[in-house]
């Protein structure tokens, strides 16, 4: 009986988004430790709702034409609750409206609206190729670092444009890159593995990803490669070897060992929860060497 209500929060955590746009609010909070700045709790509020919108509307958008072939537990718990899902999605939707309106700069409403086109994009079939309407997903090698582009720039963009908007905290040019890349860099890496598990899926949709097109036997070694760059632009980023620079290093090898063991045959939960919350675990790690910097 514990058991099977514990599976059905986690159903409802995973599968509903929340669990995700959790992530995305961690994945700020990083960026905030990481600069040595307070953190925006506006900023993080449009973070989770922003994330659980484009979530929803990513599952709501590629419907499978016939749910009973679906090979994804996630797909058919969500039109399983297909009623919940779009409750939650327009409560997220009038709760990010004002958020946006009355407490983002200008600036940053223009930044997060040019994300939100292209996130939406992604999905929603407004090109023609092949006598097909195909979105941005669609197109060769493109979907990779999309992903990894809409994450960069809300988790440390958003949060720097904001800083320097309404606190007027100048930050370096060099360290905003540095940031910008290490998180794209990290990112891909999560995404490579997503890549790999769909890529029967992907043949079905006609999806030229990285993984589909040239890298399938080789992308467990490129996507170490990546780990390895970012822990090089992490350092670069902190100039020094510290407590929060450890913790980070040992998500990393987490991080490559969760993909070294991941496969196709993985259960979802090993995608959703143990991937995905490399990212949280991120963010737990910082506030934990925090605190032991400050009893040590």
């Known amino acids: 009986m514990f058991k099977k209500i514990l599976f059905s929060v986690l159903d409802f955590l995973l599968f509903s988004n929340i669990f995700i746009a959790v992530c995305a609010v961690a994945q700020g909070l990083v960026t905030y430790y990481l600069l040595g700045l307070p953190a925006d709790r506006y900023v993080l509020a449009f973070l989770f709702f922003a994330t659980l919108i484009i979530y929803n509307l990513s599952v709501l958008l590629t419907k499978p034409a016939d749910l009973q072939k679906s090979q994804f537990k996630r797909i058919d718990w969500f039109f399983e609750h297909h009623r919940l899902m779009i409750s939650i999605t327009m409560i997220a939707i009038l709760c990010i409206i004002p958020l946006a309106l009355l407490y983002l700069s200008m600036q940053a409403k223009l930044l997060m609206a040019f994300v939100g086109i292209i996130a939406v994009a992604y999905n929603f079939p407004f090109l023609t190729l092949d006598q097909k309407k195909i979105g941005l997903r669609n197109l060769p090698v493109i979907k990779l670092f999309l992903i990894a582009f ?17 606190y007027g905290i100048v930050i370096p040019l060099g360290e905003t890159i540095l940031l910008l890349a290490q998180r794209l860099l990290f990112v891909c890496v999560l995404t490579i593995p997503f890549d790999i598990r769909d890529f029967f899926q992907d043949k079905i949709y006609e999806l030229k990803t990285i993984t589909v097109t040239a890298w399938e036997k080789k992308a467990w070694v490129f996507c170490q490669a990546l780990l390895v760059l970012y822990l090089i632009l992490l350092v670069l980023f902190t100039k020094t070897i510290n407590l929060d620079v450890a913790g980070l290093t040992l998500t990393i090898f987490l991080t490559g060992w969760l993909i070294f063991k991941s496969n196709p045959k993985r259960s979802e939960y090993y995608y959703f929860l143990w991937l995905d919350g490399i990212m949280i675990l991120q963010c737990a790690v910082l506030f934990a060497t925090n605190l032991l910097d400050k009893l040590f």
């Open 150 to 166: 809409i994450w960069s720039v809300s988790c440390v963009l958003l949060p720097i444009v904001e800083l320097e908007s309404n």
